[in-house]
């Protein structure tokens, strides 16, 4: 199959479980008033026949996580992909790439962070932490070695950590980023900040009360909407507004307070990065993934930037062509 053929299939929408089509699905949440009430009462409408055959649960100490992997389908012996979503996101962000790679019988393993998506809360969220959650996720799944890292905002973070923890363990063939935010956060460190997100942490109920009274009464003019996507589809933008209605306020604040700095003299471990960004992206803007574009160079021998137009945070959501045209001919051709 042509590669023009294989990228149409990869990115387009699939049909819900729900059994109604994707333009009565659009029809039916137009103009509700209760959007973030009614957009939970039928999950199948934002669940589709890829995800179901793929997605697998398991047990990582005491949490409960989703994932989605195709390893029992995969021949060859090609680097698998390891992806790792940003703060508040899920695994069905990577949809389009994970069905590019399973389009081309390429190994995948994505999964939602603990406390995000369909995985169990846990008690702590310190980085270093949830990067051996990974790890060990992984593990259960295959032992597989050579792998290629992809992560989305946060998750570029999540992928140097890994990368410098367990370099050594798996032979690390590429990584990419996608919308990466800056390579340091001081404000982070910040007293004032710190004491903010303690209180927060202690009275979560009342971040949950100001993202639901304040922002998500906005339906898709909420900020985690507006500010995601650039142009996108409305149907992609409500599967957008039904995970984000069901973030979890404590573990957003509980894995900024978690937030460990990259130590960026030990990420040489990765032999080349590929980093694609939105040039339209607030929330992770294009001078903030240039920086962190800058210090992949300083340490990483082969590198490659790329930055897709019209286009915002959710990346894979908001320009699904484009995003895939660029994994598919800078990433995965160079390994397939």
Known sequence: MAHKEILGDATQILGPLSGLSVDQIVEKYSNNKDLSTAILKEPLDFENSFLA?????????????????????????????LFFHGLGGNLTQFEPLLRLLGELNEGFVAMDLPGFGLSEEQDGYQMLQVTQVIHDAFLQITDHKKIILVGHS?????????????????????????SPPAPTLPQLQKVSTRLALSVLCRLPFLFDWYRSYFDQSKGLESSGIKQFFYEGDCYRKLWQFHYNVQIRSRSLVAYLRGWVPVDWPKVGVIPSAVVITGEKDPVTPLDNAKTFFHALEEHIRHTKFISIEDCSHNICFDQPEQVAKQFLEEVINRHG
Do not use: W
């Not at 398991?58 to 995969?74: A, E, F, P, W």
């Not at 990368?163 to 990584?175: R, T, W």
């Open 53 to 81: 055959e793929h997605e697998r649960f398991l047990q990582v100490g005491t949490t409960r996580l989703r994932t989605s992997h195709n390893i029992k389908h995969q021949h060859g012996e090609g680097p698998i992909y």
């Open 154 to 178: 946060m998750g570029c973070h999540l992928v140097l950590h890994f990368a410098i923890l367990f370099g050594l363990e798996f032979d690390i063939k590429d990584s990419v980023f996608l």
